[in-house]
């Protein structure tokens, strides 16, 4: 018998929170044990940030409703719905949606985010 050379994703990961912020992992460590990339659908609320962190993975974020913005290195992205931002491994950066409506967007990490590479700053 042959291996599928798919996998539908019908039940992402939903990654636990205490920030109001939905992450749902369709592809990765979480939810599918890929290490080589990864994918996730997420949902911003008004007025959310993280911390600054220094990742271990390039991540490309694609807008697909609202503004987010982003600290790389000190400068600050704003991005608009349509727009999307790639920011290299080793970049000092920081999300956050300082707007009042909410940000939806997807998240892709290569290779695969993962917790202990992430290297968040405490604040």
Known sequence: MTEKKYFKQVKPFRVPTTDGKLIEEHFGLAS?????????????????????????????????R????????????????GETLLVKSGARVKYSNPFDEETEYW????PAF???TVNREDE
């Open 32 to 64: 599918t044990r890929a290490q080589a990339y990864s994918i996730a659908h997420m949902v911003a609320p008004p007025h959310w940030s993280e911390p600054h962190q220094k990742p271990e993975f390039d991540e490309i974020t694609i807008v697909i």
């Open 107 to 110: 998240s892709v990490c290569v």
């Open 66 to 81: 609202g503004r987010k913005m982003a600290e790389v290195d000190g400068e600050e992205i704003i991005l608009q719905a």
């Open 114 to 116: 993962d917790i202990n």
